[in-house]
T-cell receptor, first 112, second 114 residues
Framework: DAKTTQPNSMESNEEEPVHLPCNHS???????IHWYRQLPSQGPEYVIH???SNVNNRMASLAIAEDRKSSTLILHRATLRDAAVYYC?????????????FGPGTSLSVIP | DAGVIQSPRHEVTEMGQEVTLRCKPI?????LFWYRQTMMRGLELLIY????????DSGMPEDRFSAKMPNASFSTLKIQPSEPRDSAVYFC????????????FGDGTRLSIL
């Protein structure tokens, strides 16, 4: 399975944009890039996903490099509630069954 | 809409006792997943079901662990006998189909084995 690499931790000031990087140099053509986040004492929650084009939703934006070997999750204006562990995951759209493997993720701290 | 419901939220029991964790997936979802999360190993996939059938149980640590899904609205994860090293947070998740639909997680069961 293709793997992802993320920084262990990042810090951001409240109300500033945050760019969370993810490297996936062995990504295949059928892999989608998914992001989840886990708030303290909660289960992970879905944030966003994409294949080739940049994606936006109410929570965040996903910028995907042209060669697809890296991507960046963008939180446009960090709030204290965004402090969480962020997971970047690859999901193969052509496998028979839906198996998701979580790595260690990036722990984001937001400073008031 | 109700999300994934897990019970109990917390469980403290003595070593050697049987532990049963319960999960009610989101109605209509055809995939159900059991994960375990510890500080040392992070979030590990234990087993998952598709249409109530176990598909991959390669993450189940050993024979003391078993999981069932008797119907589309209920699943259990059982540990018998329990050991202190089983202490962790156990999450259940469900999803719809495989067209990159997101997984929806419950709030987890925090298990402590004394």
């Amino acid at each position: 399975d293709a793997k992802t690499t993320q920084p262990n931790s990042m810090e951001s000031n409240e109300e500033e944009p945050v760019h969370l990087p993810c490297n996936h140099s062995t990504i295949s053509g059928t892999d989608y890039i998914h992001w989840y986040r886990q708030l303290p004492s909660q289960g992970p929650e879905y944030v966003i996903h994409g294949l080739t084009s940049n994606v936006n939703n109410r929570m965040a934006s996903l910028a995907i490099a042209e060669d697809r070997k890296s991507s960046t999750l963008i939180l446009h204006r960090a709030t204290l509630r965004d402090a969480a562990v962020y997971y970047c995951i690859l999901r193969d759209s052509e496998t028979s069954y839906d198996k998701v493997i979580f790595g260690p993720g990036t722990s984001l701290s937001v400073i008031p | 809409d109700a999300g994934v419901i897990q019970s109990p939220r917390h469980e403290v029991t003595e070593m050697g006792q049987e532990v049963t964790l319960r999960c009610k997936p989101i109605s209509g979802h055809d995939y159900l997943f059991w994960y375990r999360q510890t500080m040392m190993r992070g979030l590990e996939l234990l087993i998952y079901f598709n249409n109530n059938v176990p598909i991959d149980d390669s993450g189940m640590p050993e024979d003391r662990f078993s999981a069932k899904m008797p119907n589309a609205s209920f699943s259990t994860l059982k540990i018998q006998p329990s050991e202190p090293r089983d202490s962790a947070v156990y999450f259940c998740a469900s999803s719809l189909g495989r067209l990159n639909q997101p997984q929806h997680f419950g709030d987890g069961t925090r298990l402590s084995i004394l």
